[in-house]
């Protein structure tokens, strides 16, 4: 094998001045020098002799052991060195719906030394394209339907080579795998080099790059999933979050292979198909948002749940109704959390049997979690102020002046106002930036405005969120400035609606847009986005 080594993450992470504080308080946490995260997930299974257990599973029939998994992780991961040439430290795009083939990928790319660039299927080519370039991929690996939009990403790039699978074509990935040898040795890597690259939304409309090694990947299971979830063997896991949401990397993923157990990775994720995998397969737990619990709750009495033990919800703050109404309707407590991709998953929430309705949680052991007020200063219980954060990961942002934003004095400050009570418990109060939180997705709402400028009728826009009580979510609501003559329609409404969406991830559109005949600004110009979030919360969704 090549002893090449592509250096670029390395080279671009933040200066050690820059750099959060690491705490290693637990002794799980002590992780050596040298390692590769991708043994623990897979390989320690088949050498300790539970090989034959299932790992992962899927609608259609799909239903591997861990002999089977371990089987074509190994191929990948040759086809990746000795056919499309990867080195340590290469990036690797992947696009996919959740899939066992993505898991497999993503967890091959990480075997062969290289790092996972994953990806929303949703994404479209612009949104892939500032990806592509941010990491400086090297290669992409696409599920074969999503190719249109990489395609047209990568319309003036001829130095990306795409890899396709789920095909039958002579040069899919799926026929390098069968001409490929099925061992493959682990590449050492340090436990602080880095394994994957994680796009956040973004709050100025450029998504942040977070970087993360293979020791955090390890991290968050001996912290959040061994203290909080406390998966067993026999568990089987299944939700809606995408692999490329680090919520979802870890709860579909990370989770349940770290401890021996099985996932049920689902295409369609919407609540009753969630639904019908709980009673179809058995799950134990399920990982979604609050939303598809109360949409869930309606629908309870055409499935059997009784087979689920642990409910986790993270993405957005889970109302107290949701989680009073799904207890009530299952005698099951909802697992709220609060993590952030900079830090790769939840830092803050309880075993499910310490929850409080209303209450994100305690902080996750191997954390520690604090109310700051603006000048770092620690706040007393009930007092509101900033949330501050240190544990065994922390963010590192690719090449990115933002660092210094997030991280200050050594705390991590994920932008969310908390206040905290006498007994630990954390309470959410508000975002403390413009990201707009919908239906378990993160939304940068000037990402929507850059959208929403390119359409040749629109002069100004401003985007906000929007609450909808009746869902305990938001919606993102755009205020919109014409151009001179135009006629403000119903039609004008859904023209522009549908541009945002031919543009970027049609889950991003604004669900509301009104048009004004000018937007609240501040002597110097900028736009005050503050009174128009005032006025959308004194509306009523319709």
Known sequence: MSAARDRFAEEHLPSPQEMPCFRFDLPELRYPARMNAVTAFVDRHVDEGRGSRRAIAAPGGTNWSYDDLH????????????ELGVVPGTRVLLRAPNSPMLAACWLAVIKAGAIAV????????????????????GLALCDVRLRGELDEALRERTDIRVVDFASDAADSLESMIDRADGSFGAIACAAEDVALIAFTSGTTGFPKATMHYHRDLLAICDTYAKHVLQPRASDLFTGSPPLAFTFGLGGLLLFPLYAGAATVLIEKTQPEELLRTIDAYGVTTVFTAPLAYRAMSTMLERYDVHSLHTCVSAGETLPKPVFDEWLARTNLRIQDGIGSTEMLHVFIGSPRGETRSGSTGRVVPGYVAQIHDDEGNALPPGAVGRLAVQGPTGCKYLEDERQGDYVQRGWNYPGDAYRVDDEGYFYYVARTDDLIVSAGYNISGPEVEQALLGHEHVREAAVVGKPDPAHGTNIVKAYVVMTAGEHCTAEKIEELREHVKAVIAPYKAPREIEFVAELPRTLTGKVQRFRLRERAQGESVT
């Open 71 to 82: 089987r074509i992780v190994n191929a990948i991961a040759n086809v990746l060195v000795r």
């Open 118 to 137: 994953n990806t929303m299927p949703l994404y479209r080519a612009s949104e892939l394209r500032y990806i592509i370039e941010k990491a400086r991929a």
